[in-house]
């Protein structure tokens, strides 16, 4: 377990926000006390007195050690959350797969997501792009932007947007082109459909703007 480590500042927010920077992690994942009346350094003491600052200790939780693409991503995304002026905490969690999931929660979530998930999406691409920037293909990593569960959400979405545009080919026998969407988002469609036995998918056009086929398969029984 790492040791405590003293900030001061004109106020509480302001000495987490140098404990936040220090450590390149959100408030979420350190341990915080407010020590303001009993600094252990007696200059602190009279510091404090004359000026009225506020002193707090911090130190990570256990196991929070984050590789340096983490942290990198984590600092891109404070640097995106102050220009916004967004009021919302970052989180972070690990999926059993590896993948890091950055989450932002608050009461500016919504702004944070955007209009039909343009900004979340935005911010991902962004995020994943300078990460991964001269990074050879084979060792790029990607990270997850969340918030307010919409990937979740979306994820169903699109789940129901497939299987109902899936029987509206398998009536109409003609394909259907279903909106430009991102890679994520495309390889859920071709997931959920791909055991069916109707239709087929696949993707045409060109990033950032590609699109998935919803087309029906050949009856190999009509075509003798």
Not at 155 to 164: G, N, R, Y
Request: hydrophobic share 35%.
């Amino acid at each position: 377990m790492s040791d405590y480590i003293e900030f001061s500042g004109k106020t509480y927010e302001e000495a987490i926000s140098k404990a936040v920077n220090y450590f390149k992690v959100p408030e979420n994942n350190l341990i915080i006390e407010k020590i303001s009346e009993n600094p252990s350094n007696i200059l602190d003491i009279v510091k404090s007195k004359k000026t009225g600052e506020v002193f707090i200790k911090a130190k990570l939780k256990d196991n929070q050690i984050y590789p340096d693409y983490l942290i990198n991503a984590l600092n891109i995304i404070q640097n995106i959350v102050k220009n916004l002026q967004a009021n919302v905490n970052i989180d972070i969690k690990k999926e059993d797969s590896g993948e890091y999931v950055i989450n932002l929660e608050g009461e500016d979530k919504g702004l944070i997501i955007g209009k039909y998930g343009n900004n979340i999406n935005a911010i991902q691409n962004y995020v994943n792009f300078i990460i991964n920037k001269n990074v050879p293909k084979d060792k790029r990593v990607y990270i997850v932007i969340d918030s307010d569960n919409y990937r979740e959400k979306r994820k169903k979405k699109l789940i129901e947007i497939a299987i109902k545009t899936a029987k509206k080919v398998q009536l109409t026998k003609k394909p259907i082109t279903l909106p430009p969407m991102l890679s994520f988002e495309r390889k859920i469609i071709h997931m959920a459909l791909k055991d069916n036995q109707y239709v087929t998918t696949y993707s045409v056009g060109e990033n950032p703007y590609k699109s998935v086929v919803i087309a029906p398969l050949l009856d190999v029984n009509n075509l003798a």
